[in-house]
């Protein structure tokens, strides 16, 4: 079974988004995944067919998944940051995403993806697979 309820799905070769995903330090019970992982591909293969190129986060007891904005808000909500700024992070969610391609030379436009899901049954049956190595591969344990 694996150690994470929740697992965040980041551009692991933006150092941006990869020192974003550090402040999950703070937030017990999310593991982190690089997008560009197997693992996290047959996930969102299985919820959207085509895997959107976006910051995914999944709350496998609460079944949701959450895109885009929405899951930036979600996280800020859940590291404890007030609420107008998980507000501003979903107002503003493009535009940083954009700088942060630009100054990360991602050459790669964030997909409008920015709800909140049901987790599809074909994907539930990825999580585990994706929570265990979100362990093997978290980048916390890299400071």
């Given at each position: 079974?694996a150690?994470?309820?929740?697992?965040?799905?980041?551009?692991?070769?933006?150092?941006?988004?990869?020192?974003?995903?550090?402040?999950?330090?703070?937030?017990?019970?999310?593991?982190?995944?690089?997008?560009?992982?197997?693992?996290?591909?047959?996930?969102?293969?299985?919820?959207?067919?085509?895997?959107?190129?976006?910051?995914?986060?999944?709350?496998?007891?609460a079944?949701?998944?959450?895109?885009?904005?929405?899951?930036?808000?979600?996280?800020?909500?859940?590291?404890?940051?007030?609420?107008l700024?998980?507000?501003?992070?979903?107002?503003?969610?493009?535009?940083?995403?954009?700088?942060?391609?630009?100054?990360?030379?991602?050459?790669?436009?964030?997909?409008?993806?920015?709800?909140?899901?049901?987790?599809?049954?074909?994907?539930r049956?990825?999580?585990?697979?994706?929570?265990?190595?979100?362990?093997?591969?978290?980048?916390?344990a890299?400071?």
């Amino acid at each position: 079974m694996a150690r994470y309820g929740s697992v965040l799905i980041y551009d692991g070769k933006c150092p941006y988004c990869s020192v974003a995903a550090k402040a999950l330090e703070q937030v017990e019970d999310i593991g982190a995944i690089s997008w560009y992982e197997e693992s996290a591909q047959s996930f969102l293969t299985a919820q959207f067919d085509d895997p959107p190129f976006a910051m995914v986060l999944i709350d496998q007891p609460a079944k949701q998944v959450f895109t885009g904005r929405a899951a930036a808000e979600e996280l800020a909500g859940r590291a404890g940051l007030p609420d107008l700024v998980g507000s501003l992070v979903r107002e503003n969610y493009e535009k940083i995403a954009q700088i942060i391609g630009l100054a990360s030379g991602r050459g790669r436009k964030p997909a409008d993806v920015h709800e909140r899901y049901a987790l599809t049954d074909d994907a539930r049956d990825h999580f585990d697979a994706l929570a265990m190595n979100a362990i093997d591969r978290d980048i916390r344990a890299d400071t």
